[in-house]
């Protein structure tokens, strides 16, 4: 995904990186980094939402006990293409 505009962290590397962002897995300077590109990148900032919904969803029905991280690794794996598609998707419609 890209907006199209120039920005310090470039779009997909903001995308790929927005688990470890919510998770808080990341040093201050990339926090920082991100927190600045989703603040003028809207395109950016809707996926993160979307992003941060699916973890909130995942952690309210997953309470109970943690996922085994097989199961971890086959959803981030199919996130990961579903947003490939999605974005792909999208610059062919734009």
């Known amino acids: 995904m890209s907006c199209g505009q ?10 790929e990186r927005v688990y470890d962002y919510l998770d808080g ?12 590109h989703l603040d003028e990148c809207s395109p950016c900032l809707r996926q993160f939402g979307l992003e941060h919904a699916v973890k909130l969803v995942v952690a309210r029905s997953c309470a109970c ?9 086959a959803v981030l794996v199919r ?6 598609t999605t974005t ?7």
């Open 65 to 73: 006990a943690p996922a085994p991280d097989h199961l971890r690794t």
């Open 6 to 15: 120039p920005h310090a962290v470039d779009c997909a590397a903001v995308l």
């Open 25 to 36: 897995e990341l040093d201050d300077l990339s926090h920082e980094e991100i927190r600045n």
């Open 88 to 94: 792909t998707v999208q610059f062919r419609v734009e």
């Open 79 to 84: 996130l990961q293409q579903i947003r490939l």
